[in-house]
């Protein structure tokens, strides 16, 4: 593999070329309703999601001037999580940007399911559920009024979405906030409400960041309990942290991928008048 | 699709007339900016009914503009932008949807009022069907040029004055017809061919706009 490829990463998986395209037009045409869990879990719990595989190539990427990192190599298949660690800056959100399509990788190649990013660059829009820094909700609202408009603009039509947002607000422990306006919560319970948003819609691909930020000890557990759940049933999920989560699959220090002042890719045309 | 481009504007809608929405603000700018005229230019009714299909066109354009730099900058900050354009609806509708609403909850509200206004600036009764008419097909093309300044400036703080420098130079064809079909009432020119290119103004903005600011937000967003 690439030179850059071995600091770090403690495992790699060969599944990068399985490619299950087809598969995805079926996405949810498998549906098949299991028994419901005794402990209550999400009805989607019972839903498992089709066989997915994401793959980063030689990924690079920009921020500025400034390369963050290059030559990140990693897969990630069904039912695992991918921690990155990394100090600050050293591109951990910039990658989950470039995992959800929000901003192009500098070079190097994303691929789901063996089918570049960069050829369709709509390909994920509809897999991933980005819980980013910022939590994508409204002061002026309520909670419920905040989780219902994601509900419907995030439903297709195709599930229950009043069961999906019942089990949110359950899984959460949102029960009492729901009538409170989002600008008179603490920062946990704003964090909470923004994680329940990942339940509303049943999505393959979760990438998070810091989502342990502000939590209480108490619901640290439940969004571990949420991530095992999710990846018990073939999801993936992506997660920029500073602690060490017990979750199955890779991890990644991206600080063992920053730039060395001579490294080939600072002698781009790019650079040369930096 | 349509179903989440309509709660996305409904939302939006809603947004505006909740605390830290500016649909009130705007509506009362446009009343007040209005009531000045009287006083600035005196009360010869001859004269208001003269400048008034000017002075309420100009009234709506800067009413619109006070309200452009929150149209994606408060979705920008909280991250929302992120998550809609993550969400069933492609970029360049989730910015019509927000335009539309934009529209509907700052400026329908002004174009629904500008009739009295007309009155009260001695405005003929005759010219007062053209002049809403004149508004009502003429003002989306603010919400929908606006938003491409919005969307070029969505990052930058205090974009608020920028957008006014980008923005209003751009309303001047909206301006020169919606004004020239309330004038041609008086019989020297033709009202719909005014109102016409009026319609084809907002026609074309609502194709070009959304896919232009669709492009700036992308870049914002990156």
Redesign the interface.
Known sequence: MDPGSGAGVTKFGGGADKSLGADRSIAYAGFMTMPKPANGAAPHATQPFPHAVLAGHDLACRRGDQLVFHGLNFTLEPGEALCLYGPNGSGKTSLLRLLAGLSPPFSGEIRWNGEALSRTPALLREQVMFAGFSLALKEALSVYENLQFWSRFLGDGGHDQKALMEAAINRLGLEDLLAIPLHALSSGQRKRVSLARLLLAPRPLWLLDEPTTALDRDHQARLIDLLGDHLAQGGLAVLATHQSLDLPGPRLDLDGYAPAFDAPAFQSPLFEDG | ML??FF??MM?DIG?SY????AAGLVIAFYAVAISLFPFGVGPDSAILARIAGGVLWIAALLSALLSLDRLFQADY????L?????????LPLVVLAKALAHWLAMLLPLVILSPLFGLMLHLEAQALPTLFLALLIGTPALSLLGAVAAGLTVAVRRGGALIALLVLPLYIPTLIFGVGAVDAVDGLASVSANLNFLGGLSLMFAVLGPLATAGALRLA??
Do not use: F, N, S, V
Not at chain 2, 18 to 21: A, E, L, P
């Open positions: 179903r989440a709660i996305l939302r947004l909740k605390q830290g929405g900050e909280d991250g929302t992120d998550a809609l354009a993550l969400g069933p609806l492609p967003m990156e």
